[in-house]
């Protein structure tokens, strides 16, 4: 979902690729929360996919966002374009959620609407556009200090209970990091660095080793979901079964990671590859609409329909994740964001315009 800062960058199909594996990777997630999360095996495919999927996206979208071309205009339309897509998606979901209950006759008051953060997927867009303008206002600061200082805040904000969903601030301190390291490096850097063969072997490697790991140990690595998800304090991930939770898990919780980002990038297929490479350019889209979609699904049972005529969970969570990635990356789906996102850039644009007049 780094489509709005890779737009002012020459395209890498590389890190196109990558962006598509991660987004079908975010609807396998959701698919799976939603359905098929009391399976052990599909505990242990959400906990793989949650170690890793939006940690790398959070890397990506720092890593297009060029330190030599910050500048306060193009923060604020980047701003104003997360803040704004935020608002829009909290009012989707809650149009859908309330949409849904009127339909099947339930209880309409029970479907709340939290303007100032909660635990669903908007999160995402807000906790970029908090880094954007971190990002500028740190643009003098030593980037090393700062990443230091966002992997020490980052361990330790889990003792305070009270940081948590409002404004999303869990989830904006816990995978800071992520981002500023890629607001540290060069995309073509990184991927020169990757592109050794022996490292595509060993993010093989580590990559199966993380994913038999997962099944054989599937209620240890499940204990680990309040850390990945970046929104729980400690004592919740305690209550969840993460006995005696501090800052040493959270370490270790990062270093898996991290792990899992780097072996991502360096298994992930450089050259130029059809329809993923062009629908990695499409990730907003998907990001926008994929969850009232499985909301629907969900409502009318399809899941269960699937599995009750013979379709396992695995199948119903990877197969419908991949259909509904490719068809919501079509264009018809994609122009209305591209529209309304260079609308949103020419108010910023424009109200950028009238206070330098003004001054």
Same mark, same amino acid.
């Given at each position: 979902?780094?489509?709005?800062?890779?737009? @002012?960058?020459?395209? =890498?199909?590389?890190?196109?690729?990558?962006?598509?594996?991660?987004?079908?990777?975010?609807? =396998?997630?959701? =698919?799976? /929360?939603?359905?098929?999360?009391?399976?052990?095996?599909?505990?242990?495919l959400f906990v793989f996919i949650y170690s890793f999927h939006m940690p790398l996206f959070l890397f990506i979208s720092g890593l297009f966002l060029s330190r030599e071309r910050l500048t306060g205009q193009k923060t604020l339309e980047r701003v104003v374009q997360m803040v704004a897509l935020g608002f829009l998606l909290k009012v989707l979901l809650f149009a859908t959620y309330y949409a849904i209950a009127v339909i099947q006759g339930g209880d309409t008051s029970a479907v709340k609407f939290t303007l100032l953060g909660d635990g669903s997927i908007p999160w995402y867009l807000f906790a970029l556009a908090a880094f954007y303008t971190l990002s500028w206002v740190l643009h003098r600061a030593n980037v090393w200090i700062v990443l230091a200082g966002s992997l020490v805040v980052g361990m330790l904000?889990?003792?305070? @209970? @009270?940081? @948590? /969903? !409002?404004?999303?601030?869990?989830? =904006?301190?816990?995978?800071?990091?992520?981002?500023?390291?890629?607001?540290?490096?060069?995309?073509?850097r990184v991927e020169r660095a990757?592109?050794?063969?022996?490292?595509?072997?060993?993010?093989?490697?580590?990559?199966?080793?993380?994913?038999?790991?997962?099944?054989?140990r599937v209620g /240890?690595? !499940?204990?680990?979901?309040?850390?990945?998800t970046g929104r729980n304090s400690f004592e919740n991930a305690i209550k969840a079964g993460l006995v005696g939770c501090s800052w040493m898990h959270r370490g270790v919780? !990062?270093?898996?990671?991290?792990?899992?980002?780097?072996?991502?990038?360096a298994v992930v297929p450089r050259r130029r590859i059809a329809l993923v490479s062009e629908f990695g350019t499409r990730t907003l889209a998907v990001y926008m609409l994929h969850f009232p979609v499985l909301c629907a699904l969900h409502a009318c049972d399809a899941y269960g329909f699937l599995m009750a005529h013979g379709i396992s969970w695995p199948f119903v969570c990877i197969g419908l994740g991949v259909i509904i990635t490719v068809v919501l990356s079509l264009p018809v789906f994609s122009k209305p964001f591209s529209w309304l996102g260079a609308q949103l850039r020419g108010v910023a644009h424009a109200s950028a315009g009238v206070r330098t007049t003004a001054a």
């Open positions: 979902m780094g489509d709005v800062v890779a737009q @002012s960058h020459e395209r =890498i199909a590389y890190y196109d690729n990558v962006k598509f594996v991660l987004i079908v990777l975010v609807v =396998i997630g959701h =698919i799976i /929360d939603l359905c098929a999360i009391s399976h052990p095996g599909a505990k242990s904000v889990g003792y305070d @209970s @009270s940081i @948590s /969903d !409002y404004l999303y601030l869990s989830r =904006i301190v816990v995978f800071l990091p992520f981002f500023w390291l890629g607001h540290m490096l060069n995309p073509a990757l592109a050794y063969p022996w490292l595509r072997v060993v993010g093989v490697v580590v990559i199966v080793a993380f994913a038999v790991l997962c099944l054989v /240890d690595a !499940y204990h680990f979901r309040p850390l990945f919780a !990062y270093v898996i990671s991290a792990t899992m980002c780097a072996s991502v990038l």
